[in-house]
């Protein structure tokens, strides 16, 4: 199996596949290497909006000041109150994996809850199809899904060109050199 692949076995994002399904929510604590803080001035508003539009889960909270949100492992963000939010979205986003069956339906529960949340989806030169959504507190989060690897692909001549051989084409130089 190729290096592409075998970094899939150490990540909670499932391999892309024409069958490949999302991993189970986890609800372990551990030390969380990267989340996102974002301030909401309705804090009910918005647990709602990532819960039923996004997918995510509360995994704890305390009333009236923060809540822990989590999607899949290392997928977490603290949604903490504030007296206001931005009244545009910042010029950054923040990207969550997600699997490719999972795109069309984050789209319908997202624009169902708040219409013109959602732009997109969008297939990418990087071989994912991605969606944008602008959350109540004026967040943009990215939902990207790899999509099954074409060997004969725009996403195979682009690894070439850059030295890393693709999946299942053999032996390559996708070693460290120290």
């Not at 708040?114 to 969606?131: A, F, I, L």
């Not at 690894?159 to 084409?169: E, H, K, M, N, Q």
């Amino acid at each position: 199996m190729s290096d592409y692949y075998n970094a899939f076995e150490m990540s909670p994002v499932p391999a892309p596949g024409p069958d490949v399904v999302p991993p189970e929510p986890f609800q372990g604590i551990y030390g969380m290497p990267a989340f996102a803080t974002i301030p909401t001035s309705d804090l009910a508003a918005s647990v709602d909006f990532w819960t039923r539009g996004l997918g995510f889960f509360e995994l704890f909270g305390i009333p009236g000041t923060l809540v822990h949100l989590r999607r899949w492992a290392f997928q977490d963000v603290l949604l903490v109150t504030a007296e206001s939010v931005p009244e545009q979205p910042p010029a950054m986003s923040l990207s969550f994996a997600c699997v490719l069956s999972q795109v069309d339906s984050l789209v319908e529960t997202c624009r169902a809850l708040r219409p013109d949340s959602v732009d997109g989806p969008r297939d990418t030169p990087w071989n994912t199809r991605d969606v944008t959504v602008t959350t109540p507190e004026n967040a943009r989060i990215v939902l990207t899904a790899a999509k099954p690897f074409d060997p004969a692909g725009q996403e195979a001549r682009n690894l070439a060109a850059i030295g890393i051989t693709p999946p299942d084409a053999g032996p390559g130089d996708n070693e460290d050199h120290a």
